[in-house]
């Protein structure tokens, strides 16, 4: 069983190139991160995911690039934060998209 866009009755809108989608492993990931009360790793990300560790790395970069999320080193780990000012590709802010889905 995968995921299928049409089976949701979605309709693929022209967005801003390098904006992600949050019908994507984009928002599993933010609701993984919010929902975590403990520091999460790319390799635990990616469990939760389904995907390689690279693959989790991949989709928060492509958070950062698009100020959804920022990281901030710490000595054994990486910490997320979650912007929820951010815009996504509807119009709203992060902050609203994740009341909604969570």
């Known amino acids: 069983m995968g995921y299928h866009p049409a089976s949701l009755g979605f ?11 949050l019908h994507t492993p984009h928002a599993r990931a ?4 919010q929902g975590s009360s403990e ?7 990616g469990a939760h995911l389904d995907l ?16 959804w999320i920022t990281t901030e080193r710490k000595p054994h780990h990486l910490e997320f934060h979650i912007n929820p ?6 119009g709203t802010t992060l ?5 909604k889905h969570t």
């Not at 902050?95 to 009341?99: A, E, I, P, R, V």
């Open 85 to 90: 000012n951010a815009k996504v590709s509807d």
């Open 39 to 45: 520091p999460v790793t790319y390799e635990e990300l």
């Open 52 to 67: 390689h560790e690279r693959s989790a790395k991949r989709i928060v970069d492509d958070m950062v690039d698009a100020g």
């Open 11 to 21: 309709v693929a809108k022209k967005r801003k190139p390098g904006t992600p989608e």
């Open 95 to 99: 902050g609203d998209w994740l009341n």
């Open 30 to 33: 933010l609701l993984v991160i």
